[in-house]
Nanobody, 124 residues
């Protein structure tokens, strides 16, 4: 069975850091395009950062520029989202999604596989 599982969420104070991980089982992430999506309370799911099947990255959320980084570890079959200088607006559920396309997209419907999400709460 093909699955994505996110981990690493939690409660953090403003200015703190978290590292989210997206692990795959049943398939290899190496050549998949992976995007992290953020769903804030009461809002639509929005793309944050993407790493394509060819290794390029795309930032869809200007609010995270310079604070969030996406990376891939092929040996561990994971994709990570490093989140620094966290703000209360970063609160929400973070999902990773995988697409067989080589190209990034911010459209949720273009992703074949989704994780269950991990909750991030930024609060003092």
């Amino acid at each position: 069975q093909l699955q994505l599982v996110e981990s690493g969420g939690g409660l953090v104070q403003p200015g703190g850091s978290l590292r989210l991980s997206c692990a795959a089982s049943g398939f290899t992430l190496n050549y998949y395009t992976i995007t992290w999506f953020h769903q804030a309370p009461g809002k639509e799911r929005e793309a944050v950062l993407c790493i394509s099947g060819t290794g390029g990255t795309t930032n869809y959320a200007t609010s995270v520029k310079g604070r969030f980084t996406i990376s891939r570890d092929n040996a561990k079959n994971t994709v990570s989202l490093q989140m620094d200088s966290l703000k209360p607006d970063d609160t929400g559920i973070y999902y990773c999604a995988a697409s067989g396309s080589f190209y990034c997209s911010q459209v949720p419907g273009e992703y074949n596989y989704w994780g269950q999400g991990t909750q991030v709460t930024v609060s003092s």
